[in-house]
T-cell receptor
Framework: KQEVTQIPAALSVPEGENLVLNCSFT??????LQWFRQDPGKGLTSLLL?????REQTSGRLNASLDKSSGRSTLYIAASQPGDSATYLC??????????FGSGTRLQVQP | GAVVSQHPSWVICKSGTSVKIECRSL??????MFWYRQFPKQSLMLMAT?????????EQGVEKDKFLINHASLTLSTLTVTSAHPEDSSFYIC???????????FGSGTRLTVV
């Protein structure tokens, strides 16, 4: 059974810092991995999707990497802003046609 | 991009009543819809998978008689929480995949509070 773990569970940083969120998964047989943002009481916003054959994806200040063989992904946020405060979830697609989610990292960026 | 519209965004109901949550796929046909539940400070857990025109597949531990799923058309899936109890209070969210595309599109979620 696929299990997804995210570290740290919570993170508070001052504005402007670069930061890394970690995601690990137990079964490397994945189709892709997706990073989402969730604001309190809201739905999910897709940030980046990395195919199993890819090593990284970039969108603006966000960069996600994937090391499938070791079961790890990182989300790098450059020059963090207070508006980045949210919960970040990673999820893997193993072909069951539904995603398996990590428990999330709650990020707070202090102005 | 593809959009899944979910309603209501929040609902408060009395214990023992039933609540229906709707998810509509806009501008695309969703042959499969996934329903997740999220308790406070926890991650999303898959409850069931609904397929248009057939019975839903429920995850282990999810009561099919309590969480009724109907997927009568290619653009609409509904989740009805029957005889709701306070422990059913949670955030419910649906998701669909657009044919030919990678990734999943999520509804905006429904916050259910049972009092």
């Amino acid at each position: 059974k696929q299990e997804v773990t995210q570290i740290p569970a919570a993170l508070s940083v001052p504005e402007g810092e670069n930061l890394v969120l970690n995601c690990s998964f137990t079964d490397s047989a994945i189709y892709n991995l997706q990073w989402f943002r969730q604001d309190p009481g809201k739905g999910l916003t897709s940030l980046l999707l990395i195919q199993s054959s890819q090593r990284e994806q970039t969108s603006g200040r966000l960069n996600a990497s994937l090391d499938k063989s070791s079961g790890r992904s990182t989300l790098y946020i450059a020059a963090s802003q207070p508006g980045d405060s949210a919960t970040y979830l990673c999820a893997v697609d193993t072909g069951r046609r539904a995603l398996t989610f990590g428990s999330g990292t709650r990020l707070q960026v202090q102005p | 991009g593809a959009v899944v519209s979910q309603h209501p965004s929040w609902v408060i109901c009395k214990s023992g009543t039933s609540v229906k949550i709707e998810c509509r796929s806009l501008d695309f046909q969703a042959t499969t819809m996934f329903w997740y539940r999220q308790f406070p400070k926890q991650s999303l857990m898959l409850m069931a998978t609904s397929n248009e025109g057939s019975k839903a597949t429920y995850e282990q531990g999810v009561e099919k008689d309590k969480f009724l799923i109907n997927h009568a058309s290619l653009t609409l899936s509904t989740l009805t929480v029957t005889s709701a109890h306070p422990e059913d209070s949670s955030f419910y969210i649906c998701s669909a995949r657009v044919w030919g595309e990678d990734g999943y599109t999520f509804g905006s979620g429904t916050r259910l509070t049972v009092v």
